[in-house]
């Protein structure tokens, strides 16, 4: 059978819709593939994150190969040359021809579309505003248009993945892939797209990230002439890429599950008949156990008294203070995933960030933190994790302390008006991603500074007493230093953390254990 090559392409990622357009009412999706290949269990790549599967969208490989978080795209340009994007694969192949990439979440531009290319990138603060700036690119006649809906993922994130807040915005999106739609039939190159429509993952409760069938199945649609009228019985996110180039007219690179591993599916193009190595699905929920209740049976107060526990932030789809005690305003948005160490995490900092006026007294006496964070070694400026301080350096004697993480170090700070110190203990060598639990304690009676990472002792440093005096300052922040300005898009740092807690006392070995015991390690 002859094949079909065509001249033009769209791949529109709806992020966080998974399949939950098959409760929304969607008449432009309905009329696209009409008579096109769907699929409603696509699998989205293990973790079930943005950036692992528009990465594996782009480059054609899993996240383990590519190697790309959230955090890593939104500080770095992605310059692996030995793994292209589709655009650096069409810019050799089309020298002269029209790429563009338009996405709410510009981290995709930022960090997986090279920056040296020749591609059209523009972006947006919301779907709404960035329609428009589709519509203007389509009637350049782009040989391949990628789109990005950023605010069903957001809906997800704030009503809940398949709530009426999410479906309605998947709704909304839907009139805008119709206007895309109508405009490539106004440019009159409609009949000779390949259209494709695709979410990088769908979400359980207020997040994602685990595995579950929420999370990891996915609507795939693919649309043109020639494509065939069927069931898609296996693909995944991964499989973009091959889809792009083989429509275009380019050869699909050999199966190469250390590289290039995406695939053609099944039932797409009539001709296609390279068989497709299908690998069965993890059959797992990395949802781990829920955090127990604070007072519970085996709650935090019943291995810590609770004048001992001034916080409790577990982040279970919520800001809640387990304790009761602080009441925390939210600065932008921060999202929750599924799989934190105790049931949900958050993701917070340049996106969203947290702060309280129900701390004034930490740090007034000794105190410790103790927080999971998830690493990836992207962290590469100074992400404030939490503090009262005001952690910039023409502000370094302001009073309080800051909990930091850069690179593979923690820098607890401590300041006050006659001066300040930066106090670090590097992660081992080992950790290079994952979640690593991190206890710092100030104890102000041995002027001294205690550090244990994953429940294991560290390093003690002394301390001046100067700086120990007084470490209270007005409000706490989770996210970003008491100046709100750290974590800002000119150190765009996102990370993921989850069980915040603070302890008015200095943590011992026999404390770090009896928290390492509640945490079943």
């Known amino acids: 059978m002859t094949r079909k090559i065509y001249n033009h392409c769209a791949v529109i990622g709806v992020d966080g819709m998974g399949n939950f357009n098959r409760q929304a009412a969607t008449p432009n999706m ?24 528009w990465g594996a969208m782009l480059l054609g490989a899993t996240p383990v190969v590519h190697g790309l978080t959230n955090g890593w795209i939104s500080q770095n340009e992605y310059t ?20 563009t990439s338009v996405v709410n979440w510009n981290p995709i531009n930022h960090g997986i579309v090279e920056h040296d290319v020749d591609v059209d990138l523009a972006t947006a603060d919301n779907d709404e505003l960035l329609t428009p700036k589709i519509l203007e690119r389509i009637a350049k006649k782009p040989k391949f248009l990628f789109v990005q809906f950023d605010n069903v993922d957001g809906a997800g994130h704030g009503g809940g993945y398949g709530s009426e807040r999410h479906i309605r915005q998947i709704e909304t999106t839907d009139g805008y892939i119709g206007q895309i739609r109508d405009a490539y039939e106004q440019a009159g190159i409609l009949d000779d797209t390949l259209f494709i429509v695709i979410a990088d ?21 693919v649309a043109g002439q020639n494509v065939m009228h069927a069931e898609i019985p296996h693909s995944a996110t991964v499989d973009i890429a091959a889809l792009v180039l083989y429509g275009l007219g380019l050869d699909v ?28 699905p993890i059959d797992r929920d990395t949802i ?37 005690q602080c009441t925390f305003k939210e600065y932008n948005t921060v999202k929750f995933y599924s799989n934190g160490v105790n049931g949900a995490c958050a993701e917070i ?10 701390m004034a007294d930490a740090g007034k006496g000794s105190f410790t933190v103790a927080v999971w964070l998830n690493v990836d070694r992207s962290i590469n400026e100074d992400c404030v994790v939490c503090g009262n301080r005001d952690w910039w350096w023409q502000n370094r004697n302001a009073n309080g302390f800051t909990l930091v993480l850069k690179n593979n170090d923690t820098v607890l700070s401590l300041g006050c008006p006659e001066g300040h110190d930066n106090f670090v203990t590097p992660l081992p060598e080992e950790v290079e991603s994952g979640w690593v639990h991190i206890i710092t304690a100030v104890d102000k009676e041995k002027n001294e500074l205690r ?18 005096a007084d470490n209270a ?3 706490f922040f989770v996210g970003n230093d008491a100046g709100m300005k750290n974590n800002t898009e000119e150190f765009p740092n996102i990370f993921r953390l989850d069980d915040l807690l603070v302890f008015r006392k200095a943590f011992t070995d026999e404390d770090a254990a009896a928290l390492k015991a509640y945490y079943g390690l």
């Open 288 to 324: 781990r156990r829920e955090t127990p209740d604070v007072n519970g049976e085996n709650g935090l107060l019943r291995v810590f008294p609770k004048e001992e526990l001034a916080l409790a932030l577990c982040f279970d789809n919520d800001l809640k203070d387990a304790t009761g």
């Open 349 to 358: 900092g340049m996106t969203g960030f947290i702060s309280t006026d129900d």
């Open 473 to 475: 300052a007005p409000a």
């Open 451 to 468: 550090v244990w990472t994953d429940f294991d002792f560290t390093r003690s440093m002394p301390v001046s007493p100067v700086l120990l």
């Open 201 to 221: 993952h769908g979400g359980i409760r207020n997040g994602h990230g685990g595995y579950t069938e929420e999370e990891r199945f996915v609507f795939l649609g």
């Open 80 to 99: 692996n040359k030995a793994l292209p994007s589709v655009f650096t694969r069409l810019r050799r192949a089309f020298p002269d021809a029209y790429l």
């Open 253 to 280: 690179p050999e199966y190469d599950i250390k590289g290039f591993s995406s695939q053609v599916p099944e039932n797409v193009f009539p001709e296609y008949d390279r068989p497709y190595r299908f690998v069965t």
């Open 30 to 53: 309905d009329k696209i593939f009409a008579k096109g290949a769907t699929s409603y269990f696509t699998l989205s790549m293990d973790p079930t994150i943005s950036a692992e599967n």
